[in-house]
């Protein structure tokens, strides 16, 4: 019995999801990535304010690895599958891999640039 709108927790292998994006992307000089976040998403906001904005997008900088990781994610690839390409990329400098990977997806999830299947 669930009391007090409890859920039964299903405990997922995190290496068998499979990410996908949720925003759009630019690239910058050395390789680096921008993800271009709206700043708004109602539609008063996105007709009325926008225009009249600089720029439409929050943009968030990935470093190296995570440049890395954002440009794997495809909606194929499971996160397995990515940290497998990211040793190939990188070799001993990404270690520890899975936790890495791991951690930077449940953190892009958590400010909601990405969801999972």
């Known amino acids: 019995m669930n009391l007090f709108w409890k859920k039964n927790k299903e405990y997922v292998n995190f290496l068998d999801l499979t990410p996908i994006k949720e925003y759009e992307h630019e690239f910058l000089d050395g390789g680096f990535i921008n993800i271009l976040i709206p700043k708004f998403k109602s539609r008063f906001m996105v007709e009325n304010i926008m225009p009249r904005l600089k720029s439409p997008y929050i943009k968030a900088k990935l470093d190296e ?53």
């Open 65 to 117: 690895f995570g440049s890395a990781v954002w440009l794997l994610i495809d909606g194929y690839r499971n996160v397995d599958e990515i940290s497998q390409k990211l040793i190939e990329k990188f070799g001993d400098r990404i270690q520890p891999v899975h936790e890495r990977t791991t951690r930077f997806l449940s953190l892009l999830h958590s400010h909601k640039m990405i969801k999972f299947k």
